[in-house]
């Protein structure tokens, strides 16, 4: 089945920096977009940043400029540096791969924790 695995989070200081790092297993569908979501404690999920298998890539509005999202398509890992950070951006982080096309292939990760201090 389809695992992903997450590293890198941690607790760092305002304007500090941090890389996440994903790997899946188990993928069979080619044609997919991987990224990243945050989950504050009584928030909603929200969407981080994306990267499809073609390359194309999302930001939310709030980190552009500041997270980098890449992918190696090989593999099936994608990162994400964050620099900059802010104490807002702390949140629960969960990798997610999807059919980018197919609604019904939709795979999480189990989440780490990101903290920024003020």
């Known amino acids: 089945q389809v695992q992903l695995v997450e590293s890198g989070g941690g607790l760092v200081q305002a304007g500090g920096s941090l890389r996440l790092s994903c790997a899946a297993s188990g993928i069979t569908f080619s044609i997919n977009t991987m990224g990243w979501y945050r989950q504050a404690p009584g928030k909603q999920r929200e969407l981080v940043a994306s990267i499809s298998s073609t390359g194309r890539i999302n930001y939310a509005a709030s980190v552009k400029g500041r997270f980098t999202i890449s992918r190696d398509n090989g593999k099936n890992t994608v990162t994400m540096q964050m620099n900059s950070l802010k104490p807002e951006d702390t949140a629960v982080y969960y990798c997610?791969?999807?059919?980018?096309?197919?609604?019904?292939?939709?795979?999480w990760g189990q989440g780490t924790q990101v903290t920024v201090s003020s």
């Open positions: 997610n791969v999807r059919g980018t096309y197919d609604p019904q292939y939709n795979y």
